[in-house]
């Protein structure tokens, strides 16, 4: 089955406490990306892949990081969390933007 | 930079009746693509319709459809003969038409909650 796989699904952590949230996507797409979902705010995009080693900064980077080092897998990286971005994250894929993304099924994040 | 912005933080429709959701959108472009998004309480996010702003036609998808007004930046989402699946929060979204970098970036708007009543 085609789709975009985000481990975990739900996630409680502590401040300080370096994570990884992984994302996969079985799909051979190019692009890939993160987005934050927050009450009011809607999404808003973190960091976004056009490729292998390929990567910019979306709306909202401070306090992330990414790496591309394979096409299929593109995990989001929080260094030192801060309750702040305590937030319902999104991996989402394409093979040509234009045509609309294919979205995982969120990590909902609380960082206390 | 784009922004896009949904008016309605809610609605609600009664069954079987036709519903309109409201985005409009800021952008200096001329070519681009405007997207509905659907997330239901499940929290998957689902691809519903998409628009070509260098079409004039109108999207559809089965009971989903767009009246998009390039001049005045508008794209609503009609939805006709409303099912109780619909209940859902309904995202807008813009992504330029230049390729390459251009299709990374997707700006959504604040989202609008759907409630259909039975």
């Known amino acids: 089955e085609a789709q975009v796989t985000q481990n975990p699904r739900y996630l409680i952590t502590v401040t300080g406490k370096k994570l990884t949230v992984t994302c996969s996507q079985n799909m051979n797409h190019e692009y890939m990306s993160w987005y934050r979902q927050d009450p009011g705010l809607g999404l808003r995009q973190i960091y976004y892949s056009m490729n292998v080693e390929v990567t910019d900064k979306g709306d909202v980077p401070e306090g992330y990081k990414v790496s591309r080092k394979e096409k299929r897998n593109f995990p989001l990286i929080l260094e030192s969390p801060s309750p702040n971005q305590t937030s319902l994250y999104f991996c989402?894929?394409?093979?040509?933007?234009?045509?609309?993304?294919?979205f995982g099924s969120g990590t909902r994040l609380t960082v206390v | 930079a784009q922004t896009v912005t949904q008016s309605q933080p809610e609605m609600s429709v009664q069954e079987a009746e036709t519903v309109t959701l409201s985005c409009t959108y800021d952008t200096s472009e001329s070519n681009y693509y405007l997207f509905w998004y659907k997330q239901p309480p499940s929290r998957q996010m689902i691809l519903v319709i998409r628009q070509e702003a260098y079409k004039q036609q109108n999207a559809t998808e089965n009971r989903f459809s767009v009246n998009f007004q390039k001049a005045a930046k508008s794209f609503s989402l009609k939805i006709s003969d409303s099912q109780l699946g619909d209940t859902a929060m309904y995202f807008c979204a813009f992504m330029k038409h230049q390729g390459g970098t251009s299709y990374g970036k997707l700006t959504f708007g604040q989202g609008t909650i759907l409630t259909v009543h039975p």
């Open positions: 989402a894929s394409s093979l040509r933007g234009n045509y609309g993304y294919t």
